[in-house]
């Protein structure tokens, strides 16, 4: 089992930055894939950006140039960096872990852009 611990949500105003980090824990033997999903209301979840075990990167076309995801491997955690933050990036983000056998996913942090 692996356990995903998302942080550094908030409420913040348009324009400004936050920093979510997910710590990962348990039985991890090797470096995975991680990436970082949010849904907003009535919405489905959907990818923000991902990274690979070795530090590709990858962005959804509504974040990129803004959001910055990095990893950490020696503290198995990984970051998203999120810049010029608009009312429509409001969602509770999540922390996926791409397993060998299955994914894991963190409890969601709530991130709340006001305008």
């Known amino acids: 089992q692996v356990q995903l611990v998302e942080s550094g949500g908030g409420l913040v105003q348009a324009g400004r930055s936050l920093r979510l980090s997910c710590a990962a824990s348990g039985s991890i033997f090797s470096i995975k894939p991680m990436g970082w999903y949010r849904q907003a209301p009535g919405k489905q979840r959907e990818l923000v950006a991902y990274?690979?075990?070795?530090?590709?990167?990858n962005y959804a076309d509504f974040v990129k140039g803004r959001f910055t995801i990095s990893r950490d491997n020696a503290k198995n955690t990984v970051y998203l960096q999120m810049n010029s933050l608009k009312p429509e990036d409001t969602a509770v983000y999540y922390c996926r872990y791409y397993g060998s056998v299955q994914n894991y996913w963190g409890q969601g942090t709530q991130v709340t852009v006001s305008s």
């Open positions: 990274i690979t075990k070795d530090g590709g990167t």
